[in-house]
């Protein structure tokens, strides 16, 4: 996958994440202590959701996007998408 502007992928875990805020969201525990990565099914329960492209978002985008608005969300932090895919786990 194409990693631009703050998309990421963990180096632990290796999943995809649309934003900074998403990457921290999927992380859990004490810095030090039992910090990890949390589970697809963890990630799922806290309402983080797989976008169109593949990539961890922190929830799902309920307005209506023209397609300039999409690329753009596609190429900025912007952590919402427009719809919704099953994680793949």
Not at 23 to 46: I, K
Request: with cysteine; glycine share 8%.
């Amino acid at each position: 996958m194409k990693l631009t502007g703050n998309r990421n992928q963990c180096q632990a875990c290796k999943q995809y994440f649309n934003s900074n805020s998403a990457f921290d969201m999927h992380r859990t525990g004490e810095h030090g202590v039992n910090r990890r990565c949390r589970t697809p099914e963890e990630m799922t329960a806290l309402g983080m959701l797989v976008n169109h492209a593949g990539f961890w978002i922190t929830e799902q985008y309920h307005g209506h996007m023209d397609k300039r608005e999409v690329e753009q969300s596609e190429s900025d932090d912007g952590d919402s998408n427009e719809e919704y895919h099953e994680p793949k786990i």
